[in-house]
């Protein structure tokens, strides 16, 4: 039995509630927090509070801790390279840390052809290179993306983003050019029809009426998607998509642009999610995990189509030599400890268990994932799956207080994504208290 979590008191606790108090002082409100979770530490797959409650971290920060918190071989990286200099500006001059950095994720990244790799410093940043990469190359301006995509807030990413309307209102104009299709959400697809007898029509739907009616091909660039929904609620294309998808694009000479911002780095037991169709896109994006919770965003592309000219593209900090670090450390732990297999196993284990819970819950409407990026979409019934975010929202927060640290995603899914590191132990805990928390709110339905 697992000794966490440990709650000592009621979260929030008195120093949390005065942290809290400053926030709100000082601190932009465009931030939307799922709960008053304030951290004095991290460690492995524990998150300590200032108030002394340690929760287990279910959500990785964000995504972002794919080898845990403070992993000893990326703080002892970070800290050597602290001691060696902490920025000579890689788009002005040279330096190795970036360039192995670079050589490991062109190791990483599916396709087998020759790659570069441009840095940035988050997801957004990693997206808007994608876009201009994918505009500089082909000098075409259309773009098609994916109605529940999330990519970031930056003005060009946000373009693509069309998950909440908050995210966008009063923020038009945007980017021109992006026209956004269905994204191959089975358990409640936009067409109202069912797979398999569905043949794919969401991409049939893009070719027939998209590009032929619309958006003509000739002037269309690339096709911006992420492997499975993140924010959009972790929803997972069905097994013949993405080659379909990418048939499709060739047709066309459109690039695919593959988003594993919050998929990658093994989250899904694969390096990157794309691998799991089998498919080469032409450009992947990344960060996230890729440096441990240290800002760093990566856009790696096919080296034939990363053809701009010097000046064309870059930023002061992107590829920053302590970032670098930590992702070239982060690459080699995800290896030694077998992490991708680890990430596998568990995540079998917990689609099976949350499977089985389906079955015995009434408003729990589908589980799905890959790895450990699995969704527990909660519904008012099973017969009318209507969303249900006041309950979602219940579930997270008694989750929450009893000591899981689990958030959130799409209208109403329980978002399951711990560190890759997490034992059988742990994730019965977790999951202990979240079938618990489950069970009483839908009794109160
Ligand atoms: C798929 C995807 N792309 C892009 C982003 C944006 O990343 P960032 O917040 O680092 O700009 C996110 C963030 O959640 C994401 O999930």
């Known amino acids: ?57 279910f959500n990785s920060g964000l995504v972002c801790l794919n080898v845990g918190h403070n992993h000893p071989k990326v703080i002892q990286a970070i800290k050597n390279q602290c001691d060696r200099f902490l920025h000579y500006s890689n ?80 923020f038009f104009p945007l980017m021109p050019g992006v026209t956004h299709v269905p994204y191959p959400y089975c358990y409640r697809c936009p067409f109202k029809l069912t797979y398999p007898g569905c043949h794919y029509w969401c991409v049939d739907f893009i070719d027939e009426y998209v590009l032929q009616k619309y958006v003509p091909p000739e002037d269309t660039a690339a096709i911006l998607i992420e492997p499975i929904q993140g924010e959009g609620g972790y929803v997972v294309p069905p097994p013949e998509y993405f080659q379909r998808l990418k048939k499709m694009a060739d047709k066309y000479n459109l690039l695919l642009i593959d988003d594993e911002v919050q998929s990658g780095m093994g989250r899904t037991g ?18 996230k995990a890729l440096a441990s919770g240290m800002p ?12 701009w000219v010097p000046g064309s593209h870059a930023s002061t900090f992107g590829g920053n030599p302590v970032s670098c670090v930590a992702a070239l450390a982060v690459i080699s732990v995800i290896k030694e400890e077998k992490l991708l297999d680890n990430a596998t196993k568990q995540g079998a284990y917990i689609m099976k268990r949350l499977g089985e819970f389906k079955e015995q819950c009434d408003i729990v409407g589908d589980v799905r994932g890959k790895g450990l ?73």
């Not at 390096?271 to 450009?283: K, N």
Request: aromatic fraction near 10%; include cysteine; charge should be neutral.
């Open 270 to 287: 694969k390096w990157f999610a794309i691998e799991h169709w089998g498919i080469e896109p032409d450009i992947v994006c990344t960060s």
């Open 91 to 170: 788009t002005d001059f040279y330096y190795n840390e970036v360039l192995d950095a670079a050589e490991k994720l062109a190791e990483i990244t599916p396709g087998n052809f020759d790659k570069k790799v441009y840095f940035g410093n988050s997801g957004a940043e990693a997206v808007e290179a994608s876009v201009k990469i994918a505009k500089w190359h082909t000098r075409r301006q259309l773009f098609i993306g994916f109605i529940s995509a999330f990519h970031g807030r930056t003005i060009g990413a946000l373009s693509f983003t069309a998950s909440k309307p908050t995210q966008k209102r009063y």
């Open 296 to 307: 760093l965003g990566a856009t790696i592309s096919n080296a034939k189509i990363m053809d």
């Open 373 to 445: 990026m699995i969704g527990m979409e909660i519904v008012e019934d099973k017969e009318s799956k209507k969303p249900a975010p006041k309950k979602v929202t219940e579930i997270m927060m008694r989750s929450w207080k009893r000591g899981i640290s689990v958030i959130t995603c799409g209208a109403s899914t329980i978002r399951v994504a711990p560190p890759l590191i997490i034992t059988r132990e742990l994730v019965d805990s977790a999951l202990d208290i979240i079938e618990d928390v489950t069970k009483e709110v839908a009794k109160e339905a």
């Open 1 to 57: 039995m697992s000794t966490y979590p440990k709650i000592k008191v009621t979260p929030p606790g008195p120093k949390a509630r005065e942290a809290v108090k400053k926030d709100e002082r000082f601190i932009s409100p465009s931030y939307g927090r799922f709960y008053p979770l304030v951290v004095e530490s991290g460690k492995g797959c524990i998150v300590t509070d200032v108030d002394g409650n340690e929760y287990i971290d």
